[in-house]
């Protein structure tokens, strides 16, 4: 799947969308600043594979505070047979703007 602007997940929040949301931050990152994503870092993402299962036929959308480390899960996530992975673009950082 492609990857999503900020422009467009914040249109679809504020549309009243509730899509499946993670963010790939180290905790300290999250509790700094969050959109209400699951935190679940990107280094312990291989240990939360079975609790990602249930979300694997939908849409997953990947943020940290760039889009690199959110690109690195959406990858890994792929690897794992996930198919509706996005990540966004220019994350928190872009987010924040």
């Known amino acids: 799947m492609e990857d999503i602007t900020t422009d467009e997940l914040k249109k679809r929040l504020a549309a009243g969308e509730k899509p499946f949301i993670v963010d790939v931050r180290e905790p300290h990152e ?56 996005r990540n966004l673009l220019g994350g928190m950082l872009a987010w924040q703007v």
Request: aromatic share 8%.
């Open 30 to 85: 999250y509790e700094e600043f969050n959109i209400g994503a699951l935190n679940i870092p990107l280094g312990s993402l291989p240990q939360h594979l079975e609790e990602l299962e249930e979300h694997k036929d939908e849409e997953i959308i990947l943020h940290c505070r760039s889009g690199a480390r959110s690109g690195n899960a959406k990858a890994y996530l792929q690897q794992q047979g996930f198919e509706k992975v």
